[in-house]
């Protein structure tokens, strides 16, 4: 008789991904804020198609490509490389789990278990968001069958190199695109942006966010990340996103600073920034470890994944 493993849903693989990574940097800065390359202005992409991935799974990309170091965020699935590039992943290399949106609809019942209906005697029902996960390899790991194979994958991926850095335009330039695209949100809050603080902070009651003067940090992209965290807080506000987390903030701390955290990272990925809010890995770590002690640890940091996302697409004024 042969006794199966439990199958491990793809949640909780990403959880356990999560927490290592944190651990094994602990004592390093913001795991997900890595410099600011031309390759980055890319963001990160399915090699072949040249689809851009969206949503948690940049940050789930930003989170394994810093892990193992990658240069380019360039992604393919195995079949893939090997349908189209006669390429396979090197042995030992290991796949990035992304996810898909899975939502199921499940029919409404009454304590009795029998079908609720509407008034027109339709049966009624809602609606539950899963995830399917899907595995990706960067190209960094990808090696062809043959010299041919290889050849045509070196071409590739010197032709990309090649156009990121044409395309690439000077820091400067880029911070006061970023900067002009932030102030378009600042004046959406009641209490405006006030500068001249010894900390950044924003206060949901004023709706309001204080920072310290620009000339406080040691470049225009430190204070740009750090102002994209505090925006970010500010999506939750009653007029914008209503997110329970802000609203309840000394309850739900920590997934909240998540949230405004990994909002910032996707923030400065769309504004080719580097982000970097002076925050550590030992201070995410904290914040995880909480979440990592609630009732559904790994539905609660997709949780913090998903408002991600919507409060980064709120600051820049996105769907």
């Given at each position: 008789?042969?006794i199966?493993?439990?199958?491990?849903?793809?949640?909780e693989?990403?959880?356990?991904?999560f927490m290592r990574i944190l651990?094994e940097?602990?004592d390093?800065?913001?795991?997900?804020?890595?410099?600011?390359?031309?390759?980055?202005s890319?963001?990160h992409?399915?090699?072949?198609t040249?689809?851009?991935?969206?949503?948690?799974?940049?940050?789930?990309?930003?989170?394994?490509q810093?892990?193992?170091?990658?240069e380019?965020?360039?992604?393919?699935?195995?079949?893939?490389?090997?349908?189209?590039?006669?390429?396979?992943?090197?042995?030992?290399?290991?796949?990035a789990r992304?996810v898909r949106p899975n939502?199921i609809?499940?029919?409404?019942?009454?304590?009795a278990?029998?079908?609720?209906?509407d008034k027109e005697?339709?049966p009624e029902f809602?609606?539950?968001?899963t995830?399917k996960g899907?595995?990706?390899?960067?190209?960094?790991?990808?090696?062809?069958?043959?010299?041919k194979?290889?050849e045509?994958?070196d071409q590739?991926?010197?032709?990309?190199k090649g156009?990121?850095e044409?395309?690439?335009?000077?820091?400067?330039?880029?911070?006061k695109?970023a900067?002009?695209?932030?102030?378009?949100f600042?004046?959406?809050l009641?209490?405006?942006l006030?500068?001249?603080s010894?900390?950044?902070y924003?206060?949901?009651?004023?709706d309001s966010?204080?920072?310290?003067?620009?000339?406080?940090f040691?470049?225009?992209e430190?204070?740009?990340?750090t102002l994209a965290?505090?925006?970010?807080?500010?999506?939750?506000h009653?007029?914008?996103?209503?997110?329970?987390?802000l609203n309840?903030y000394?309850?739900?701390?920590?997934?909240?600073?998540?949230v405004?955290?990994?909002?910032s990272?996707?923030?400065?990925n769309?504004?080719?920034?580097?982000?970097?809010?002076?925050n550590?890995a030992?201070?995410?770590?904290?914040?995880?470890?909480?979440?990592?002690?609630?009732?559904?640890p790994?539905?609660?940091?997709?949780?913090?994944f998903s408002?991600a996302s919507?409060?980064?697409?709120t600051?820049?004024g996105e769907a």
């Amino acid at each position: 008789m042969t006794i199966s493993k439990p199958r491990v849903r793809v949640e909780e693989e990403i959880l356990n991904d999560f927490m290592r990574i944190l651990e094994e940097n602990k004592d390093k800065k913001n795991p997900w804020a890595k410099p600011w390359t031309a390759t980055s202005s890319e963001g990160h992409i399915n090699f072949l198609t040249g689809n851009r991935y969206q949503g948690m799974n940049v940050i789930l990309l930003e989170m394994y490509q810093f892990s193992k170091g990658f240069e380019l965020p360039c992604w393919v699935g195995y079949q893939q490389a090997k349908k189209e590039l006669n390429c396979v992943p090197k042995k030992g290399s290991k796949a990035a789990r992304i996810v898909r949106p899975n939502p199921i609809k499940i029919d409404a019942k009454d304590d009795a278990g029998k079908p609720i209906l509407d008034k027109e005697g339709n049966p009624e029902f809602f609606m539950k968001m899963t995830f399917k996960g899907a595995s990706v390899f960067n190209i960094a790991d990808l090696v062809g069958l043959d010299d041919k194979a290889q050849e045509k994958l070196d071409q590739k991926i010197k032709a990309f190199k090649g156009q990121c850095e044409e395309n690439a335009r000077p820091l400067s330039e880029r911070c006061k695109a970023a900067h002009d695209r932030l102030m378009i949100f600042s004046k959406d809050l009641k209490g405006s942006l006030n500068h001249g603080s010894d900390m950044a902070y924003y206060r949901d009651d004023l709706d309001s966010v204080t920072m310290p003067n620009r000339e406080d940090f040691k470049n225009d992209e430190a204070y740009l990340s750090t102002l994209a965290h505090e925006f970010a807080h500010a999506t939750g506000h009653k007029d914008r996103l209503n997110r329970k987390w802000l609203n309840e903030y000394a309850k739900y701390r920590p997934q909240e600073e998540l949230v405004a955290e990994f909002s910032s990272i996707l923030i400065a990925n769309r504004l080719q920034i580097t982000c970097d809010t002076q925050n550590h890995a030992s201070y995410l770590g904290g914040w995880a470890s909480r979440i990592k002690d609630s009732k559904n640890p790994a539905q609660e940091l997709f949780k913090v994944f998903s408002y991600a996302s919507k409060a980064a697409n709120t600051v820049l004024g996105e769907a």
